[in-house]
Nanobody, 121 residues
Framework: QVQLVESGGGLVQPGGSLRLACAVSGSMFSRNDMSWYRRAPGKQRELVAAISSGGSTNYVDSVKGRFIISRDNAKNTVYLQMNGLKFEDTAVYYC???????????????WGQGTQVTVSS
C-alpha cells in the first residue's frame, strides 16, 4: 500500500521560507510523476507544482519564481522549497502521485495527511 507522508510545514512570517518534504513508500517512486497541492481555508484544493519522472516541472502562476519542486529518487522523496512566502500561501499542503499532462496533473485518489503552512506576521 502506498503511503505519502508530508512534513516541514509551520508558522512563518511574510517573506520567509520553508521546505516541505514528502516521503513516499510502497511505489516505484522513480517512475511516478509527483505533485504538490494545497487547500486554503474555504477554497478548493489546487495544484501548486508538479515534477515528472524525468524532472520536467510545472508551477501555478502564483508561485512561479518563488517555489521550487524537486525530487530525490534515492530517498523516495519530493520537496517543495517555498521562498518569499505570502499571506495567501497559507494552506494545508499535500503531495500526490499521478500523471503530468501538459501543464495539468491527474492525481491518484489517495492522499496523505498534509502539512500546515501558515504565513502570518
Amino acid at each position: 500500500q502506498v503511503q505519502l507522508v508530508e512534513s516541514g510545514g509551520g508558522l512563518v512570517q511574510p517573506g520567509g521560507s520553508l521546505r516541505l518534504a514528502c516521503a513516499v513508500s510502497g511505489s516505484m517512486f522513480s517512475r511516478n510523476d509527483m505533485s504538490w497541492y494545497r487547500r486554503a481555508p474555504g477554497k478548493q484544493r489546487e495544484l501548486v507544482a508538479a515534477i515528472s519522472s524525468g524532472g520536467s516541472t510545472n508551477y501555478v502562476d502564483s508561485v512561479k519564481g518563488r517555489f521550487i519542486i524537486s525530487r530525490d529518487n534515492a530517498k523516495n522523496t519530493v520537496y517543495l522549497q517555498m521562498n518569499g512566502l505570502k499571506f495567501e500561501d497559507t494552506a494545508v499542503y499535500y503531495c500526490n502521485r499521478g500523471m503530468m499532462v501538459g501543464t495539468s496533473f491527474l492525481p491518484l485518489p489517495s492522499w496523505g495527511q498534509g502539512t500546515q503552512v501558515t504565513v502570518s506576521s
